[in-house]
């Protein structure tokens, strides 16, 4: 019977002494990459909110380290037409879109616009069902919501 208490004891520690090493490693390894959305709509903060997303990539230590989307509806999308985006802002746009920036443009809005993603700066993806339901999708798979 003393034999079974220490054999038993002995299979505790062993456990033990793995969760522990499993939990260090863990500890160890890389932390998942942050995921955050920025909502734009207001045509006059096209280029604070480019310089939040830009300030936000240099603060993390580059586009490896976090995961951004910005969803644009409304008014703000003229600002992203080729017709009306300035050489600079199609540059950063452009940069943006290398690094991984992920670029959604309200379906409604640009039916509402009568522009198609031909129309948009390069990179955009169109969401079908709408902005705000873009926004509220991306939340639910762990996106933090910014709106500048």
């Given at each position: 019977?003393?034999?079974?208490?220490?054999?038993?004891?002995?299979?505790?520690?062993?456990?033990?002494?793995?969760?522990?090493?499993?939990?260090?490693?863990?500890?160890?390894?890389?932390?998942?990459?942050?995921?955050?959305?920025?909502?734009?709509?207001?045509?006059?903060?096209?280029?604070?909110?480019?310089?939040?997303?830009?300030?936000?990539?240099?603060?993390?230590?580059?586009?490896?380290?976090?995961?951004?989307?910005?969803?644009?509806?409304?008014?703000?999308?003229?600002?992203?037409?080729?017709?009306?985006?300035?050489?600079?802002?199609?540059?950063?746009?452009?940069?943006?879109?290398?690094?991984?920036?992920?670029?959604n443009?309200?379906?409604?809005?640009?039916?509402?616009?009568?522009?198609?993603?031909?129309d948009?700066?390069?990179g955009?993806?169109?969401?079908?069902?709408?902005?705000?339901?873009?926004?509220?999708?991306?939340?639910?798979?762990?996106?933090?919501?910014?709106?500048?």
């Amino acid at each position: 019977m003393h034999r079974r208490n220490i054999l038993t004891a002995a299979l505790a520690g062993a456990g033990g002494l793995i969760a522990a090493v499993t939990s260090a490693r863990r500890a160890q390894a890389a932390p998942d990459k942050s995921k955050v959305v920025y909502h734009l709509s207001d045509l006059d903060k096209v280029a604070f909110v480019l310089g939040n997303i830009n300030n936000h990539y240099k603060g993390v230590g580059g586009p490896d380290k976090v995961t951004i989307a910005l969803v644009v509806h409304g008014p703000a999308l003229k600002a992203f037409q080729k017709s009306a985006a300035s050489p600079d802002l199609a540059r950063h746009v452009g940069d943006f879109a290398k690094n991984g920036l992920q670029l959604n443009a309200c379906g409604n809005t640009m039916r509402a616009q009568k522009v198609t993603l031909a129309d948009l700066l390069p990179g955009f993806v169109k969401a079908d069902q709408g902005g705000v339901v873009r926004l509220a999708e991306l939340q639910a798979q762990g996106y933090i919501y910014l709106r500048p």
